[in-house]
């Protein structure tokens, strides 16, 4: 079993869950209010992220989200764009977003794949409007892990799910 790299520092609203060269690591804004409140990653009752990845076949069994720091034994880890900020996308200032953070765990822990769970976190990422983001694998660089992303699992984000990019991240992490 990888050994985590879990570390809070001063206003983080989640741990990063990290280890060196996992199957794939889950980007999201950041924390929502109430996953900072508890502590854990997805954990608002109607956010979809849990059941998904058991459904689409990332789990072998529905995970709780105070569950999250078990999912590194199946090669899964957790990190988010904004370690300081919470609450809705919207919510999250310009300047809580910390890209050179996110670049150089990245870079150190060399996941396989970086699964941004929403198009906003992808966007926060490669400096671009978030229409301008598509679903699905994005285009490789240099010195860095293969990219997908996904449709938001929030339940404020209902209109835009879909579980098809789900299904293929799916299929993408099980034929590498």
Do not use: C
Not at 70 to 85: E, Q
Request: positive net charge; charged residues 15%.
């Amino acid at each position: 079993m990888p050994q985590t790299g879990i570390s809070i520092t001063g206003g983080d609203k989640l741990p990063d869950q990290l280890a060196p060269h996992l199957r794939l690591v889950f980007v999201g804004t950041a924390a929502s209010h109430r996953s900072a409140e508890v502590g854990a990653y997805y954990a608002h009752p109607g956010n979809r992220f849990w059941p998904t990845l058991h459904a689409v076949g990332l789990t072998p069994r529905l995970y709780a989200p105070h569950e999250f720091r078990d999912l590194v034994a199946l090669g899964i880890g957790f990190t988010d764009m904004s370690k300081r900020g919470s609450g809705m996308d919207h919510n999250v200032l310009a300047d809580e977003f910390d890209i050179a953070r996110f670049t150089a765990a990245m870079r150190k822990h060399q996941p396989r794949v970086i699964a941004f769970t929403s198009k906003k976190a992808a966007s926060v990422f490669y400096g671009v409007p978030t229409q301008k983001i598509s679903l699905g694998v994005q285009s490789p660089q240099a010195d860095f892990p293969s990219v997908f992303v996904l449709t938001s699992p929030s339940g404020a984000a209902t209109r835009y799910w879909d579980i098809a990019p789900w299904q293929q991240l799916s299929g993408l992490i099980s034929s590498r």
